[in-house]
């Protein structure tokens, strides 16, 4: 019986059927009993059923889930946790929510599992964790790296992450192992077991408690990259958080004026509390003055989230300890992660990771990126042959250093000179540098010859003999004094001995003569192979490359080349500022950014650009303060602008050009570094549209230098 019009047309005919045998009274009493009976009927059963079912949900209730399971369970919670981000008023990418619920996962059950088989004697991936022993390893680690290319959206991931809090902490309420204090939801206690002493009789425990803020510290680069951050804080979340980049901010955020430990902690919590506060975003240059500041606070209490922007390549000089639930390094280029450009925090994590162990650490959803967004985009990689300044540089290289054939590879022979030992100065400055000892010998005879002239003790005898002497050597030094200086002041009246042309970067060795910087370091790369030494051609001096100085002068024909032979073999190939005004006339529509490690390599190409009257294109350096940075940027942009000069080792991240379809790479880079000023025009917000060139610009060396 399904329904109420089944059952009352039952007992209709049923009614219709005792009327015929017996009276009506008789009739309506057997109906009641009969209605009765079936009501009774059916409670029975039913509560039979509820029986049942109760014992099947105890049954499933106390039966324990398979580790399959449990994690389906936990990957089903967090997939719908992540199915809607009300936090963003924008939509994420499909790469952007994966990585979240990665992130989550780390989160959530922040435990590596390491299966070792077989000898590992000599594995020091292995050893240098301890791991000696083969078999199954579970690491637990509150440390991860988001480590998604450059320009994939990086910040709001961290900011799509954080906007889940609320979610996380609801789903996973044992997530924190915090226990939150009545009337309090910002500021909780933790209580943690901590290893006092330990051997194989005894351990020694003690608990500790430390107070807990559920809020994100963001610690991120100064000027750009920070302002990168505010703008997408602000404009593309509903996150509340508070800006630390100026001493102004300082005050509108905790005054901690007449305040002892105490109240500064709660003062500093009662902010958080009462702004509900989720982000604190930190400029790197204000963070060890903020760690200071709230030095008590730092000691007493941990953060929900400690998160570190280019933890590879911050500034942030004696970064200092800090505590936290759970930190996340966000940077493209991981690998540099070991050596980072500052000590502190970020140095004492990973110094003692081997490389396989840190990559454990990384969660990175790339192939999605490039598929999702630049599967369509015309990428093209372009390599220029380039004419070394230096012919023989390649033939030398492996007697150079890495970082002293990196700037003869960048134009920046002055900068080679002065790593090498030497200086680099005009003529008068060298020679100043090279006669300082003759001229101390000088004063140091004029001295004697004075005390000998007009001492009363000598005899005459010894008077004339010992001044002939000194008046001997003094004129020696005088003609030695006189031919340095016109030999160093009058290079463009002379010639080079080796190859009996005019001076091309002139070079002067620690014996005062003077060669082009193409031909003493052939000498001395010929030399070194067959002697295992190089002597000054004139004097047969040993050469020391450290004393070899640089002599800056205009000379005329520069530029000319020394043989016919080689003119033919070289008549397609220009020097590397040549390449790029050949790329730049190619190209009238293009937009440019040129990368290099060292700004002496724009000099040259900024002089040869004004001379140029077939450009009319407006160029420069990406130099100054956080405003003057950000109003070149906007002038790229709008097309004000057409070609940027960056140097790679302090602009090469967190800087958006995305309508830059041109970019240039000076010189061989690492590739991590590569990567990243690379990412600089490949981002999210490209136009699928707009091509991308990247021109690789070599010398031979650098096709051979792996």
């Keep these: 019986m399904s329904s109420n019009s089944d059952k009352k047309s039952v007992y209709d005919d049923i009614h219709h059927i005792l009327l015929r045998e017996y009276d009506e009274e008789i009739s309506n009493k057997v109906m009641k009993k009969l209605q009765k009976n079936l009501k009774k009927l059916t409670q029975q059963n039913s509560n039979i059923h509820n029986d049942n079912k109760k014992q099947k949900i105890e049954k499933i209730t106390k039966r324990k889930f398979t580790k399959q399971e449990r994690e389906k369970l936990r990957n089903d919670v967090i997939h719908d946790i992540c199915s809607e981000f009300e936090g963003l008023k924008i939509k994420l990418f499909s790469h952007q929510k994966n ?18 088989e077989g000898d590992i004697q000599g594995d020091y991936y292995y050893r240098s964790l301890s791991l000696y022993t083969p078999g199954k390893y579970k690491i637990e680690t509150n440390i991860s790296i988001l480590g998604n290319e450059p320009g994939s959206g990086k910040t709001l ?35 943690i077991t901590r290893n006092v002493h330990h051997d194989e009789s005894t351990s020694v425990t003690i608990e500790s408690k430390y107070k807990y803020i559920y809020s994100n510290l963001i610690i991120v680069p100064h000027g750009g990259v920070f302002r990168q951050w505010k703008k997408a804080i602000q404009e593309q979340t509903h996150l ?80 200092r300890q800090i505590r936290y639930r759970f930190a996340w390094f966000v940077t493209a280029t991981w690998e540099s992660l070991k050596q980072p450009r500052c000590n502190g ?8 990771y081997p490389i396989n162990f840190t990559k454990r650490l990384v969660i990175e959803r790339n192939e999605e990126f490039y598929k999702e967004l630049f599967s369509n985009v015309n990428i093209q990689n372009i390599d220029y042959r380039c004419l070394a300044p230096i012919a023989y540089i390649s ?57 000998v002239s007009e001492s009363p003790y000598i005899t005459d005898n010894d008077k004339v003999r010992r ?68 002597q000054c051609p004139y004097c047969k001096r040993i ?53 290099s490690n060292h700004y002496e390599s724009f000099d040259s190409f900024e002089n040869l650009l004004t001379r140029n009257r077939n450009i009319q294109k407006k160029c420069k350096r990406l130099v100054g303060n956080t405003n003057t940075i950000a109003k070149t940027l906007r002038n790229f942009e709008n097309g004000r602008l057409d070609i940027i000069l960056l140097n790679s080792q302090y602009n090469g991240a967190g800087i958006d050009l995305p309508t830059a379809t041109h970019v240039i790479l000076y ?29 690789r610009l070599k010398y031979d060396n650098e096709y051979n230098n792996n």
Excluded at 100 to 116: A, C, G
């Design 99 to 116: 990585s979240i619920i990665d992130m989550i996962k780390r989160e959530v059950y922040p435990k590596l599992l390491i299966d070792i």
């Design 157 to 191: 991931t961290i900011l799509g992450l954080i906007s889940q809090d609320y979610y996380i902490k609801k789903c996973f309420p044992k997530l924190d192992k915090f226990q939150e204090e009545k009337g309090i939801d910002r500021l909780q206690w933790k209580y």
């Design 240 to 319: 509340n958080a508070q800006f630390i980049e100026k001493n102004n901010d300082f005050q509108n955020f905790v005054d901690i004026n007449d305040c002892n430990d105490i109240e500064i902690i709660k003062r500093f919590c009662n902010i958080l509390k009462k702004n509900k506060t989720e982000i604190v975003l930190v400029s790197s240059t204000f963070f060890c003055k903020f760690m200071d500041r709230y030095k008590i606070v730092s000691e007493m209490l941990y953060w929900h989230r400690v998160i570190i922007d280019e933890g590879d390549s911050i500034r942030c000089p004696d970064m």
């Design 345 to 352: 925090l970020i140095k004492n994590i990973f110094k003692n």
């Design 395 to 451: 033939q030398i290289s492996h007697i150079i250093s890495p970082n002293v054939l990196e700037m003869i590879n960048a134009n920046n022979l002055n900068g080679a000179i002065r790593e090498l030992g030497g200086r680099v100065g005009s003529g008068q400055e060298i020679s100043e540098v090279l006669t300082a000892n003759i001229r101390r010998r000088l004063e140091r005879l004029n001295y004697d010859r004075t005390y």
């Design 467 to 534: 001044l002939t002497r000194i008046d001997t050597e003094i004129n020696s030094l005088q003609s030695q004094l006189d031919s340095i200086t016109n030999r160093i002041n009058n290079l463009n009246n002379e010639e080079c001995v080796i190859c009996c042309c005019s001076y091309t970067e002139p070079v002067c060795l620690d014996c005062t003569h003077i060669f082009c910087s193409q031909c003493i370091l052939k000498w001395i790369e010929v030399r070194t192979r067959v002697h295992q030494r190089a």
């Design 543 to 595: 050469i020391n490359v450290a004393n070899m100085h640089k002599i800056d002068i205009n000379a005329k024909n520069k530029e000319k080349k020394k043989e016919e032979n080689s003119e033919e073999k070289n008549k397609e190939i220009f020097g590397k500022d040549e390449t790029i005004i050949k790329i730049i006339e190619n190209n009238p529509d293009g937009k440019f950014i040129i990368f």
């Design 667 to 695: 010189h061989k880079m690492r590739k991590d570094l590569e990567k990243q000023v690379i990412g600089r025009a490949l981002r999210i917000g490209r136009p699928k549209s707009l091509p991308l060139f990247i021109h």
